[in-house]
């Protein structure tokens, strides 16, 4: 995948450290991204669907925080 745009709210790369299962990629939060708004699980949602990967195999880290605004 190509290096993430300032324009791309996300990024997702191929890990190739020792010891990570084969086949399993980062998905992270661009820290450079310049939208001005915030980042939402829809955003999320909509680039697992563009990337055509499952949600159903992304995993949390048990530290994922996050803040619901009513």
């Known amino acids: 995948?190509?290096?993430?745009?300032?324009?791309?709210k996300f990024?997702?790369?191929?890990?190739r450290r020792r010891g990570n299962p084969k086949g399993s990629r980062l998905?992270?939060?661009?820290?450079v991204y310049s939208g001005g708004d915030t980042v939402t699980l829809k955003d999320?949602?909509?680039?697992?669907?563009?990337?055509?990967?499952?949600?159903?195999?992304?995993m949390v880290p048990d530290?994922?925080?996050?803040?619901v605004i009513p």
């Open 63 to 67: 530290s994922f925080m996050t803040t």
């Open 11 to 15: 990024f997702l790369v191929n890990k």
């Open 1 to 8: 995948m190509p290096r993430a745009l300032k324009s791309d």
């Open 27 to 31: 998905l992270g939060i661009n820290d």
């Open 44 to 58: 999320l949602n909509d680039f697992l669907q563009k990337t055509q990967v499952d949600p159903a195999k992304v």
